[in-house]
T-cell receptor
Framework: KAGVTQTPRYLIKTRGQQVTLSCSPI?????VSWYQQTPGQGLQFLFE???????NKGNFPGRFSGRQFSNSRSEMNVSTLELGDSALYLC????????????FGEGSRLTVL | ELKVEQNPLFLSMQEGKNYTIYCNYS?????LYWYRQDPGKSLESLFV?????AVKQEGRLMASLDTKARLSTLHITAAVHDPSATYFC??????????????FGQGTILTVHP
């Protein structure tokens, strides 16, 4: 069974640009969550989607947005990039069973210059 | 606001000895998770603890949960071939509408010395 797939794995952008990251969950998983990981702030929850609906949102500015498609694939977008947006962005999927266990992808490492 | 604190944040281990990572959380929760992250890699799920008194073991790792004390512990027996890794605990609530929202601890960086 294929794991969570994130693309691209690495990308470099400049301030003011925007970026779109993609996540394909494990087959059959309907819940997709996004996290930002930085050395200073650690792992922080961005948002969660379930059946194409945003179910939870973390404490991030409106420049961060996401969506989920009918096949459960998800994208997140960051507009007007800032230097502080440099981070590893992790996507996780869940089968939405009672355990709530998340399965993480390899991440997309974004560098903003 | 839920807060999760781990200690210690750094652990230099000697082969064959036992160590413990503590994970405290601030509000009632019914689900606690332990993850491992190798350098430059993603998070690997180690344990899911769902009830008070839950204990799970896998090889040289053992995790337990005390919901009354809001405390989970991860016991590790170090082996010399263990690469450096960071261990995270995370707290969340499943069911309802919060499957994917976890609050993570700061992480504990482990290194093993012969």
């Amino acid at each position: 069974k294929a794991g969570v797939t994130q693309t691209p794995r690495y990308l470099i952008k400049t301030r003011g640009q925007q970026v779109t990251l993609s996540c394909s969950p494990i087959s059959g998983h309907r819940s997709v969550s996004w996290y930002q990981q930085t050395p200073g702030q650690g792992l922080q929850f961005l948002f969660e989607y379930f059946s194409e609906t945003q179910r939870n949102k973390g404490n991030f500015p409106g420049r961060f947005s996401g969506r989920q498609f009918s096949n459960s694939r998800s994208e997140m977008n960051v507009s007007t990039l800032e230097l502080g947006d440099s981070a590893l962005y992790l996507c996780a999927s869940s089968p939405s069973t009672d355990t709530g266990e998340l399965f993480f992808g390899e991440g997309s490492r974004l560098t903003v210059l | 606001e839920l807060k999760v604190e781990q200690n210690p944040l750094f652990l230099s281990m000697q082969e064959g000895k036992n160590y413990t990572i503590y994970c405290n959380y601030s509000t009632t929760s019914d689900r606690l998770y332990w993850y491992r992250q190798d350098p430059g890699k993603s998070l690997e799920s180690l344990f899911v603890l769902l009830s008070n008194g839950a204990v799970k073991q896998e090889g040289r790792l053992m995790a337990s949960l005390d919901t009354k004390a809001r405390l989970s512990t991860l016991h590790i027996t170090a082996a010399v071939h263990d690469p450096s890794a960071t261990y995270f605990c995370a707290v969340g609530r499943a069911g309802g509408t919060s499957y994917g929202k976890l609050t993570f601890g700061q992480g504990t960086i482990l290194t093993v010395h012969p």
